[in-house]
């Protein structure tokens, strides 16, 4: 989709490393519209946050190759210098880690954090960023905020320093916000809260979100589209109604029923076998050895078919 506001082409990323070179993406392509959420679902291992510090261009380009584009509204993010990521990361794209107590510096209080956030961003006066500062906190529903402005991370709780990390991420008005499982790191009341606060900012403003997360749950309530990730590949996208509907991949099919039922009877299936090592990957669908449904025609690479309106999905078995 050559209109969309994030396009993601082919992208592949290797780490050099003494042992050899891990394969890690393997041709990664997708695409985000303007104010589109969209989730980026997959088992722990499978590459989500990699993509993630690919777009925000937070990655080690010494050791890391990475091939392919990632074209953000005229942008082309693999090739921009460390310099020009200034103008583009926390201002244009913002993002939201997992873990607020890590994601902010304890030495300063938050108002020094969120003002410098603004500052740099904006580059308005100290009076313009405070009073920015004040009503981002009190966007995010932070009860007495200018309290929180004089305190420091430590005096918060989870669940207030998850708030003020989404304050930092919406404040300059992004285009992009990627949240990396935001919140996994509170109790789920908390996360809870904080995901629908997120749902209800990024609208208002229309920022497009990328949500990483592991919960499919989580995935139902927020998003418009998944991706499906496996061993470092896109092997299914589409609308979410659609995925839990119909899911074509047997990776995804394998995924919806690994999620727990409160109602049902019995455990979640598990997963057997365990993610690939990328030094030395199968070849073709990188899930053929898990795959109970796997055919000869696997071991070569698969492209995304269609399989829907906007349902795409890379398994031998489609072709
Ligand atoms: N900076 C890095 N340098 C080298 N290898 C890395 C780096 N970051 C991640 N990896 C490796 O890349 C693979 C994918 O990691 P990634 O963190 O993207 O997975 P993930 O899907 O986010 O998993 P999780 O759900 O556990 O967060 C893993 O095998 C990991 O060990
Ligand atoms: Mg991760």
Known sequence: MSDAMLSVEDVHLRVRRFEGVHHILKGVS???QAGERLAIVGESGCGKSLTARVLLGLLDRKRIDISGVA????TDLLGLAPAAWRGVRGRRIAMIFQDPSTALNPVFTIGDQLRTVIRRGQGVTRAEADGQALAMLEAVAIPDPARVLAAYPFQLSGGLAQRVLIAMALVNRPELIVADEPGTALDVTVQEQTLRLMHRLT????AAVILITHNLGVVRRFAARICVMYGGSIVEQGGVDDIFARPAHPYTQALLRAVPRLTGAGLPEGIDGS??????????CRFRPRCPRAIDACAVDQPLLEVGPGHQVACGRAA
């Open 30 to 32: 997708f695409a985000v």
């Open 203 to 206: 609208a208002e403003r229309g």
């Open 71 to 74: 074209r953000f509204n005229g």
């Open 275 to 284: 993610v690939p090592d990328y030094l030395s990957p199968p070849s073709g």
